[in-house]
Each structure stands twice: as C-alpha cells, then as structure tokens.
C-alpha cells in the first residue's frame, strides 16, 4: 500500500494540487517549485501521480526532443483523451506517461520503472517536463499559457522578449539589466502569460530554462518584443497581422496542433494584442540595443 | 471544389485569419489573411460544392466590377487558396 500526499502550487495564479508519493518529494526538491508551493486549499485543478498504466497506444500529432535529444515526447489524441508519452531515446524504453480528457481539470501521470530506476537527477527532469506540459493543457481553458521568452521587470511593469532558441532572448536581457537602474529579471525561459479581467498579465513560473530565476510575482505587460539579429539596432512596431506572427511561435507548440487549444491559444493572442503594443527588434547585443527597446516602450529618452 | 472543412477563419483582433499548421516541431505556421471581399466569398462558399463561376456571380453581385475582372479575381482567389490545400477537389 502506498501513501498519497498532495502539494498545492499556485501557477499564474491559480491553484493546483499535485498528489502522489515519493514524486512530490522530488518536485520539491527540482530548483524553483518551492517558491510556488502554497498552502494546502481546495484546488479545481489536479495532477496525480498514479500506480495505473497510462496506455500510449495512440497516434502523435506533436513531437518533440528534449534533453539534448535524451528523451522523446509525444502528445496525441485519443477519443477524447489527450495522451503524452515521454521515452528515453537512449535506453529505448518508456519513461512517463499521461493522460487527460478535453475540458477536464485533471491530469493522470504514471512513471514506468524504467525510469524510476535511472537517478533522482533524470527522474526530475523528466517529471519537471511532463508537468511544464501537464500544467499547460489544464491552464488553457482558463486563459493562461507559458510563453516562450526571458522576461524584464521593470518599472512596475514587464517587457517580454521572445525569439527561436539562440536568437539572444537572455543576452538582451542581460543588457537590460547591466545598463538600465532598476531593472529585474523576471523569468528567462517560460513565463505564464494570463488573461485576466480582459487584460494580459504575465507571472513568473518555476521554468526558467537554465537560468535559476523564479519569481511568484505578477506583472501587467508594457510591450512584446520579437528580436532578431542584426548588424545594426533598429525597433518598429508591429501591425495586428505581424504580432500576431511574431506572437504564435512562442505559444506552446504541441498544444497548437490541437483544434481545442488552438481556439484557446488564438483567443488569448488576440486580447494581447488588443492591449499591449508588439515590436519588432533586429539588434546587435549592445547596451544600445537594451537602452533602444527600453525608450520605445516606455516613451523616455 | 470546395473549401476543406478543417480550416477554420478566426477573428484576431479585427482581423480575419486562416491558420496552417506545421506537422512537427520546428515547422512554421503560415498564416493567411482574408480581406473583407475574401472573406464574404469564405463565407458564401464554405460549405458548398463550387465553380470559378460561382465565385464570379458572388462577386458581381456585391461590387460593381467589370465581370472579366471578377474572373481574374475568382481565379486568384481560388488559386491561392488552392495553393495552400485550402481549397482541394473532392473525388
């Protein structure tokens, strides 16, 4: 007989519960969820860690690595059922496992033996992904979502700056910090983006990338910013119609192959854009490139 | 022809949007932007089995429009939307 201990954290803004037995020790000790741990209280939303098999005989419509291409992960549906299955790529073997029905505020995990025999280390990478992913899904419906930026805290307010991995998100950020008085990093990979009285909010989240950067903390947004390399430093504001593609990528991809998280996802960009001005940055990584996107978006000089 | 069922027109803050996905992780997502004159032949047309012609009725019954213009523009109309799988010819 096994033990079932729950944890209640709070991701932007809204509680969730997560039960399981030695699992929940292992989150705790993964760098970052400790901040977001809150008391325990009634929680809508739910994720368990279960002894029952979560079948993963289904047909993907997102993959994707991660891990330096250690692990595999697959979402697909089922019926009504999405299902996520996580694999090691390197031992062939399943690792993790998930299920959870459309609309519904519960997410069923199952860890294989397999992984419960490599290390505590890779137990919590795998765990720390499944639930980036797990939280995502039960999140959408109520107008919140990770988005993919480092994000700048900074007179009250936060500027997100969004770009494919290695564009210079955190450089730029970097700059912020290094040449602009009181200015905060927020989170430098996975922000939660909420929609909240028709007004998009952004929170700090227990995924930061590799940055140990992890605020429970809620700001309203004061500009976007894609940016793209370039060899001088230049910023223009965007048309609804480009914001909107410079918005989509850095919303969660496997949830954008989902008719169902798709019209969540859309719904939510498109409140952003009604309420807060996107950018375009192309930019060398200087302090000017920091002190332009800073001027622009906060109208000082 | 027809206008394949799986695609979906949404409003993105005034504007009116048709989504192609990518299949896997990495693939861009094309966006295609419909006009007001494109989305009323959407709209008039998305569940029906048509004709360029049909296409070009549409068009000459809403705009005072030459009707060899009208065709150019069904033509292209249909020929972009062909071009991204929108619309397809069912067997």
Redesign the interface.
């Known amino acids: 007989m096994s033990v079932l201990n729950f944890q209640c954290y709070s991701i932007a803004g809204h509680p969730i519960a997560i039960s399981g037995g030695k699992e929940l020790e292992i989150i705790e000790n993964i760098p970052g969820f400790n901040v977001f741990a809150i008391a325990p209280t009634p929680c809508d939303l739910q994720i368990k860690f279960s002894e029952e098999v979560i079948p993963v005989d289904f047909t993907p419509f ?4 991660f891990g330096e291409g250690n692990y595999r992960c697959q979402l697909g549906k089922e019926g009504n059922d999405y299902r996520f299955s996580m694999v090691s790529t390197y031992q062939k073997q399943r690792y993790l496992s998930f299920s959870h029905s459309e609309g519904s505020t519960m997410v069923q995990l199952f860890l294989s033996e397999a992984l419960r025999q490599t290390t505590t280390q890779e137990i919590a990478d795998c765990i720390r992904f499944a639930l980036w992913t797990a939280v995502g899904m039960l999140l959408a419906p109520l107008q919140a979502m990770s988005i993919h930026s480092s994000t700048i805290a900074y007179k009250g307010k936060a500027v997100l700056f969004l770009g494919e991995s290695g564009t210079g998100k955190s450089t730029h950020t970097k700059l912020w910090l290094n040449n602009i008085e009181n200015t905060h990093l927020l989170n430098d990979d996975s922000p939660f983006l909420a929609i909240e009285n028709g007004t998009a909010m952004v929170y700090g989240s227990p995924w930061s990338g590799k940055t140990h950067c992890y605020h429970n903390v809620k700001l309203p947004i004061a500009g976007i910013v894609r940016l793209s390399q370039a060899p001088y430093n230049k910023i223009r504001r965007l048309s ?2 480009e ?3 410079a918005l ?2 850095s919303c969660p ?1 496997g949830l ?2 989902d ?1 169902f998280f ?1 019209d969540r996802i ?1 719904e939510m ?2 409140t952003v ?2 309420s807060v001005p996107l950018y375009h940055l192309a930019c060398l990584p200087d302090a000017d490139a920091a002190k332009l996107s800073c001027e622009t978006i906060f109208h000082q000089s | 022809m027809k206008i394949n069922p799986k695609f ?1 027109v ?6 009116h ?1 048709i ?1 192609l ?1 990518g ?3 990495g693939e ?2 094309k ?1 295609v ?1 419909l006009n007001s004159t494109s989305l009323l032949l959407w709209e008039q047309l998305k569940d029906k089995d048509f004709e360029p012609l049909d296409v070009v009725a549409i068009l000459l019954e809403n705009y005072d429009v030459e009707e060899a213009v009208a065709l150019e523009d069904a033509k292209k109309w249909i020929e972009t939307l062909r071009q991204n799988g929108i619309i397809y010819d069912p067997q």
Not at chain 2, 10 to 15: F, I, K, L, M, Y
């Open positions: 997102y993959t994707v690595d609804v119609l914001a909107f593609g989509q990528p991809p954008s192959h008719t798709t859309v960009i498109s854009l009604q | 979906k949404r409003d993105v803050a005034g504007e949007i989504l996905q299949k896997n992780a861009m997502t966006v932007s």
